[in-house]
């Protein structure tokens, strides 16, 4: 009864691979996030989106592509990654409400070699 | 610009004494502020939070303090136990919409048997 959950867990691929991270909430949540979690543990995010619209768009490289199929779903699509793309990918969830806390899956350690 | 900070990067301290938390924001329009536990290898875990009205909100062993005109938060665990060592993360978000939380750098408690 996983609440928020993405895969893969880890993923390991080369320099200018184009890879994808899943994630999928049963919580019933309308908005969900995707935040960054770099070398120096800063957890940052990225994107937002609420019922398949993006509402936040953070400085990040046009490489990333987010999609939502549906409310459920956001999808991380990431094209020539680079080194510098190492770090821990979580996807978030949270009902678009005042005041509403967001809940995380585990995460995604993404190296590239 | 962290503009969430968490200064102690760790803290140690024995079953059954308090914990205190602390973390400082630099922007006055932050008007949530939400706590985080993160064991490794997981994701974040909503803990608790408190909204800018408020001074003080308590669930159970965990209370969560606000000095808005120091900018200053803390956490009290009281009393501590082996389980809550974690790495605590402070977030808050600014204008009542939780969509965009700021991160601090987190700190690792450590609870000694």
């Known amino acids: 009864d996983t609440a928020v959950s993405q895969t893969p867990k880890y993923l390991v691929t080369q320099m200018g691979n184009d890879k994808s991270i899943k994630c999928e909430q049963n919580l019933g949540h309308d908005t969900m996030y995707w935040y960054k979690q770099d070398s120096k543990k800063f957890l940052k995010i990225m994107f937002s989106y609420n019922n398949k619209e993006l509402i936040i768009n953070e400085t990040v490289p046009n490489r990333f592509s987010p999609k939502s199929p549906d409310k459920a779903h956001l999808n991380l699509h990431i094209n020539s990654l680079e080194l510098g793309d190492s770090a821990v990918y979580f996807c978030?969830?949270?009902?678009?409400?005042?005041?509403?806390?967001?809940?995380f899956g585990d995460g995604t350690r993404l190296s590239i070699l | 610009d962290q503009q969430v900070k968490q200064n102690s990067p760790s803290l140690s301290v024995q079953e059954g004494r308090i914990s205190i938390l602390n973390c400082d924001y630099t922007n006055s329009m932050f008007d949530y502020f939400l706590w985080y536990k993160k064991y490794p290898a997981e994701g974040p875990t909503f803990l608790i939070s408190i909204s800018s009205i408020k001074d003080k909100n308590e669930d159970g062993r965990f209370t969560v303090f606000l000095n808005k005109s120091a900018k200053h938060l803390s956490l009290h665990i009281v009393p501590s136990q082996p389980g809550d060592s974690a790495v605590y993360f402070c977030a808050a978000s600014a204008q009542g919409g939780s969509e965009k939380l700021v991160f601090g750098k987190g700190m690792k408690l450590t609870v000694n048997p």
């Open positions: 978030a969830s949270s009902q678009r409400h005042f005041n509403q806390p967001q809940h």
